[in-house]
């Protein structure tokens, strides 16, 4: 249950509402970790140097069909058979089997990228991260109605400053782009939403521990 009472999104003008809905769009939690694989495999210059572009395409494809298309099919079947009421989850109580889905399929993701001979660590090492930070959103979805989104801005970050220690790629302009991307994340969804600061904290907090609980397991 909640514990505090429940509020509605505050009152703004259309010409900010407008890019914080945007914004929300372009950084949905479940892009975020497709925008965190594309970098992996094919900017950052150390982990798939030596992979030709069909091993690339393919690990992207994994990634992509596990842990963005079945849990977006998951939402829209769930809105489709009437369990939830919309496909934004804006209550508590619809996000529970949302959430218990999409472990599901991080898990796999990560299990397979594990276990698949050629793929980087690396790749592994940062599904296991978001699987982790699901699953204290799960718990904390209990209490209160922590943000999927700053859970995936945390976890943006939380995937940069790891590297920043174990890359040795030039991580800094990355990692910066990565904190704008961040505040920018979470000042949308206090436009747009009906988050209040502890959800939005919460949740930065929950992406950006699951990232180093994966580093530190890989490590």
């Known amino acids: 249950m909640n514990t505090y009472p429940a509020h509605s999104a505050p009152s703004v003008l259309p010409v900010v509402k407008m890019p914080a809905q945007f914004f929300s769009w372009l950084f949905h939690p479940l892009l975020v970790g497709l925008y965190m694989s594309l970098y992996l495999i094919y900017i950052d210059p150390e982990y798939f140097m030596g992979m030709n572009t069909s091993g690339k395409t393919q690990t992207l494809f994994i990634y992509l069909i596990n842990s963005v298309f ?3 099919m998951a939402v829209l079947l769930c ?11 804006k209550t508590q109580k619809e996000r529970i089997i949302l959430y218990a889905i999409s ?3 991080f898990f ?3 299990y397979v990228f594990k276990n698949k ?3 980087p660590v690396i790749m592994a090492q940062m599904s296991l991260g978001i699987f982790i930070a699901v699953i204290i959103d799960f718990v904390a979805n209990i209490f209160f109605k922590i943000s ?3 859970t995936g801005a945390g976890g943006l970050v939380g995937l940069f400053t790891v590297l920043l220690f174990t890359s040795s790629g030039f991580v ?3 990692l910066a782009v990565a904190i704008f991307v961040a505040g920018l994340i979470c000042t949308s969804r206090l436009i747009v939403s009906a988050h209040r600061m502890p959800d939005i904290v919460l949740g930065l907090m929950a992406g950006f521990t699951g990232q ?6 890989f490590g």
């Open 212 to 217: 180093w609980i994966a580093a530190w397991y």
């Open 117 to 119: 001979p050629g793929i």
């Open 79 to 89: 809105r489709g058979l009437g369990f939830v009421q919309s496909i934004y989850l």
């Open 108 to 110: 796999w993701t990560f």
């Open 172 to 174: 800094n302009i990355p």
């Open 70 to 72: 079945f849990p977006l």
């Open 103 to 105: 472990m599901i399929f």
């Open 148 to 150: 999927m989104h700053a």
